[in-house]
């Protein structure tokens, strides 16, 4: 019996090591399926709706506790823990990434200002990077167009002075799978991501902290509250009249803001 049950647990193990393998692998066909399915089929219907459900006529979903649990929580959960989320990376970082990028990039419309238009920033900032290259241009030809890394950073740059902020995000998260397939530009009002996770929490729709968190010189500071100000996860604020970094994701967008240079980014791991 136990040696049953031990080779019953080896070859389950040994399936599903096989799946994950298959799900997660960054050029697996399975996975390429997946993500042509996801972008053709399911990602703007989805962001449309998740986006009505939290700031949209159907709010009260949101809203309730039943229906969230019994309508919301069974898709933004999965969804967001192993499917499809993202991790919020600072403008010079991001520009250093795509410098270091092999293979074609391309851009098309942001898909969760077209899936509800209901933000007034700019559309064409769906920067499409490795695998989600071919994918999205497959899938859109008359949407997307492939660009060189200059205009991908000037892209970068133009909405950073807009005030959004950018995130990388992941397909197929599955056996610490890093499949990064696009980068975003993203703004509290238009994001369904950043909506979802405002929303529902991180624990239920997480984002992934990035490798950088903001640091602040105490001394330098002048108090004027930009950091503040311009922080989308409320990770800044003043206490006793002294500068605080709370649940920092990453962004940078304090560190662009501040003027006085208080406030810079640093890798995570020396916080």
């Keep these: 019996m136990i040696s049953n049950r031990w080779f019953l647990a080896l070859t389950l193990s040994m399936v599903l090591g096989h799946l994950t393998s298959l799900i997660s692998a960054e050029y697996s066909p399975f996975r390429l399926f997946l993500l042509r399915l996801f972008a053709k089929y399911i990602e703007v219907p989805l962001l449309h709706l998740s986006y009505l459900a939290c700031r949209g006529n159907l709010d009260f979903l949101s809203?309730?506790?039943?229906?969230?649990?019994?309508?919301?929580?069974?898709?933004?959960?999965?969804f967001g823990h192993w499917s499809d989320t993202g991790k919020p990376v600072p403008e010079e970082e991001l520009e250093k990434m795509i410098a270091s990028l092999e293979g074609p990039i391309a851009v098309g419309p942001c898909r969760c200002r077209i899936g509800h238009r209901n933000c007034p920033h700019p559309i064409e900032t769906d920067i499409v990077i490795r695998t989600g290259t071919s994918v999205?241009?497959?899938?859109?030809?008359?949407?997307?167009?492939?660009?060189?890394?200059?205009?991908?950073?000037?892209?970068?740059?133009?909405?950073?002075?807009?005030?959004?902020?950018?995130?990388?995000?992941?397909?197929c998260l599955i056996g610490d799978a890093v499949n990064e397939y696009v980068i975003c530009n993203c703004c509290t009002d238009g994001c369904v991501p950043y909506i979802l996770n405002r929303t529902l929490g991180q624990k239920i729709?997480?984002?992934?902290?990035?490798?950088?968190?903001?640091?602040?010189?105490?001394?330098?500071?002048?108090?004027?509250?930009?950091?503040?100000?311009?922080?989308?996860?409320?990770?800044?604020?003043?206490?006793?009249?002294?500068?605080?970094?709370?649940?920092?994701?990453?962004?940078?967008?304090?560190?662009?803001?501040?003027?006085?240079?208080?406030?810079?980014?640093?890798?995570?791991?020396?916080?």
């Design 205 to 271: 729709y997480p984002l992934i902290k990035g490798e950088w968190k903001a640091c602040v010189n105490v001394d330098e500071c002048k108090v004027c509250g930009e950091c503040v100000r311009v922080c989308p996860f409320g990770a800044r604020a003043f206490i006793n009249n002294k500068p605080e970094v709370l649940d920092c994701f990453g962004c940078g967008l304090c560190a662009r803001a501040c003027p006085s240079g208080a406030s810079k980014m640093v890798p995570r791991q020396e916080q």
């Design 136 to 171: 999205w241009l497959e899938s859109f030809p008359d949407e997307y167009r492939g660009i060189e890394k200059e205009e991908a950073k000037r892209i970068i740059r133009d909405c950073a002075s807009q005030g959004l902020f950018h995130m990388v995000f992941m397909h």
């Design 63 to 78: 809203k309730f506790s039943l229906t969230r649990w019994l309508l919301i929580y069974p898709i933004a959960y999965p």
